[in-house]
């Protein structure tokens, strides 16, 4: 089963882009979803976007604007660039999978999560 | 969008207690639903997909239930590592989302 390992900034001020890179071991990058889901400290789970091995990509309207999701398949890494950043955009963000085939498949493999702070 | 309610979001229970929570749909759908378990500081884990399908490796006291615009997650028997907050979550259409989540604490 792959594994994910995802890194980037911590610390952005307000107007930054934010840019995390996460990336898959031990499994194929073909025949998935690559996803980035966030959470702000004491909420709840949003989805942000994903992409499949393809370059095929799925944005949630409320950051779409602001939001790309790169993909580079010799690396086999996928990344999270979020541009001019605020506040509210403070969160831990993870990157996780799930099977393409089909819909119903949930997300079985997660990152270990990166607190993102935007202040000024 | 599709919107996810969960009900309760906070449950109090007891070791060996039944507990059954509620996921609710703004729309129907099929079985594009999945349940999550979060503990403090981890990333979520999956544990039902296709609203009934039990990850591998989770135990089985785990279930879940439903369709249309209503599903469930029971867990047969509460154990002390189950305390946690659950959500679910509807991959039935883009933009995906999740519920708000319910938090089992020990009573």
């Known amino acids: 089963q792959a594994q994910l390992q995802q890194w980037g900034a911590g610390l952005l001020k307000p107007s930054e882009t934010l840019s995390l890179t996460c990336a898959v071991y031990?499994?194929?990058?073909?025949?998935?979803?690559w996803s980035w889901i966030r959470q702000p400290p004491g909420k709840g789970l949003e989805w942000i976007g994903e992409?499949?091995?393809?370059?095929?990509?799925n944005y949630n309207p409320s950051l779409e604007s602001r939001v790309t999701i790169p993909v580079d398949t010799s690396k086999n890494q996928f990344s999270l660039k979020l541009s001019s950043v605020t506040a509210a955009d403070t969160a831990v963000y993870y990157c996780?999978?799930?099977?393409?085939?089909?819909?119903?498949?949930?997300?079985?493999?997660w990152g270990q999560g990166t607190t993102v702070t935007v202040s000024s | 969008d599709i919107q996810l309610t969960q009900s309760p979001s906070f449950l109090s229970a007891s070791v060996g207690d039944r507990v059954t929570i509620t996921c609710r749909a703004s729309?129907?759908?099929?079985?594009?639903l999945a349940w999550y378990q979060q503990k403090p500081g981890k990333a979520p884990k999956l544990l039902i997909y296709?609203?009934?399908t039990l990850q591998s490796g989770v135990p089985s006291r785990f279930s879940g239930s439903g369709s249309g615009t209503e599903f469930t997650l029971t867990i047969s028997s509460l154990q002390p590592e189950d305390f946690a907050t659950y959500y679910c979550?509807?991959?039935?259409?883009?933009?995906?989302?999740f519920g708000p989540g319910t938090k089992v604490d020990i009573k």
């Open positions: 729309q129907g759908f099929s079985s594009y």
């Open positions: 979550q509807q991959l039935n259409s883009y933009p995906v989302t």
């Open positions: 992409i499949n091995h393809s370059g095929s990509t």
């Open positions: 296709a609203a009934s």
């Open positions: 996780a999978t799930r099977i393409a085939a089909a819909n119903y498949y949930g997300m079985d493999v």
């Open positions: 031990g499994g194929s990058f073909s025949g998935y979803y």
